[in-house]
């Protein structure tokens, strides 16, 4: 994960940076623990973290 968060800070120097997550209803709670420790880290950085999910109990909205 270190070296992940590495590269994202390497990138999100060079410029503003835009990260994009789809179906995050599909991810395990790991992945999700993280995108929220991903976001707090890079929190100090000119960083996009898009994400996109569906519900999945049936009900749109």
Do not use: K, N, Y
């Amino acid at each position: 994960m270190d070296e992940f968060l590495d590269l994202c800070r390497r990138l999100a120097e060079r410029g503003t940076t835009a990260f994009l997550i789809d179906d995050l209803q599909w991810v395990d709670r790991s992945s999700v623990d993280l995108l929220g420790h991903l976001a707090s880290a890079l929190d100090d950085l000119p960083v996009l973290l898009l994400v996109t999910h569906e519900p999945v109990d049936g009900r749109r909205g």
